[in-house]
């Protein structure tokens, strides 16, 4: 039996900011200089392991989707015919007993949950009930997107990721809020010059006025 009820919450009261980027290689890069997890070993372990078992079924599929296909649009021997079928009833029963890559793929989800509870713990317990926490707006319809198309890419995860930060900083009572990134990490916080090519992997050089800066930090400056 599940029972509802309702969790009244004290509104905390604010008195530092704490900007938090939700990304893959850090799970969590935060404006203070703490960094926390990586969601990297787990898309690796789904790139190297989950991905080249469902391709081996994928391939089963195929030959024997091509080998049906030859039947019905070839006139052959009854007996040839017979060969043919029966060796396609065989492909149907080793992809109905090929249980690994769903294995795989539930051990993957495994490790992502478990990944992305222990970040999520690690950054709520690091700060106190007076801290905002602002986070970049993710593209939700990307991230729905990619889901139903793909929901083991990097961009489900750390959606995944975000959105489970978002829910537990509403559970536990911690005041957060969401920004727009667009061009954040090109726009300069000094003379505003915005270019793309200003920016180099995690570095920032202003092509306009000379000014240097930390990826993390600039996009900081710039949003909060």
Request: net charge positive; aromatic share 8%.
């Amino acid at each position: 039996m599940q029972v509802s009820f309702d969790k009244k919450m004290q509104k905390p009261c604010i008195t530092s900011k704490v900007g938090v980027d939700t990304g893959i290689t850090d799970a969590f890069n935060c404006s203070n200089g703490q960094v926390i997890g990586s969601m990297s070993p787990v898309l690796d372990f789904y790139k190297r392991v989950v991905e080249p078992s469902f391709a081996g079924l994928s391939d089963l599929r195929n030959k024997k989707a091509n080998l049906l296909h030859y039947i019905r649009h070839h006139n052959l021997p009854d007996q040839v015919k017979k060969q043919l079928l029966a060796k396609a009833d065989r492909l149907e029963t080793m992809m109905r007993n090929m249980d690994a890559p769903y294995r795989k793929s539930r051990h993957y989800q495994q490790m992502l949950n478990h990944e992305i509870t222990s970040d999520v713990q690690k950054y709520i317990s690091s700060i106190d009930k007076s801290t905002l926490t602002v986070l970049e707006r993710l593209d939700i319809k990307e991230f729905k997107s990619c889901r139903k198309l793909n929901g083991r890419r990097s961009v489900f995860a750390r959606g995944k990721l975000q959105k489970r930060l978002m829910e537990e900083l509403n559970w536990h009572g911690y005041d957060f809020m969401e920004v727009e990134p667009d061009y954040s990490s090109q726009t300069c916080p000094v003379c505003g010059h915005i270019d793309k090519e200003s920016r180099s992997g995690k570095h920032y050089h202003c092509t306009h006025c000379g000014h240097k800066d930390d990826i993390k930090q600039l996009i900081f400056d710039v949003l909060y």
